[in-house]
């Protein structure tokens, strides 16, 4: 479909969205956490630390709403739900891995800033 | 000063705090905006479309308390204000800039699988 290029900068510009969900701190811990595949939903909650079920389900169905994630369930007792991550959403965790990598290692540097300061 | 490496897994480390900034919709428009150089506080305010005056002191006092951008008022009449990169801030404007990339690349393909899922 044709639609306008996306301009970030423009309020009124869905792509804003977009990038709320993959800037979020859920959306990024969730994308990193199935980049070696496959995860069940149990173990993909314990894997983000802190996630409560309602957000754990929002993000969820936002990611794969866009095709970043794929949820399978599978007829099972009990059932199995495991959750990977699509062609784009590989594509978009090695960007993400990006952001994370660059926290982790500025973040000495960042609080010792913020301490600095506040004193 | 000595602390434990940043876990973004762990829900108790300071470091979420940081990625919530550097992944927030405003803290990244505002990173990029400033890449070319040093920007009046009214031009910033205009650049980020939509951004609230609310929303914008508090992401710009959030990165300029952990050392991401700069502010100088300078003793003029009007009062002028400009705010910059700091060098840390460049290079966290590098990384955000790829999801910006990632983001306005594949705004088509994602709005076009929750187009379709959605009907």
Redesign the interface.
């Known amino acids: ?1 044709n ?1 306008l ?2 301009n ?4 009124k510009c ?3 969205l ?3 969900l ?4 859920w959306g ?2 969730m994308v990193c ?1 199935l980049e070696r595949g496959p995860v069940r939903a149990n173990a993909l909650i314990r ?4 996630i409560s079920e309602k957000m754990f389900r929002q993000t969820a169905r936002d990611l ?5 994630i794929e949820r399978r369930s599978f007829p099972e007792v009990p059932p199995r739900v495991e959750y990977s991550l699509t062609p ?1 959403g590989h ?2 965790c090695r ?2 891995r ?3 990598t ?3 290692e ?10 600095a ?2 004193s």
């Open positions: 479909m639609r290029p996306a970030l900068y423009d309020p869905p792509s804003r977009i990038l709320d993959v800037g979020s701190r990024m811990l956490s894997a983000i630390g802190g794969e709403k866009y095709g970043v784009i594509d978009l960007v993400i990006s952001i994370e660059w926290v982790v500025n973040y000495e540097a960042l609080i010792d800033h913020s301490e300061t506040a």
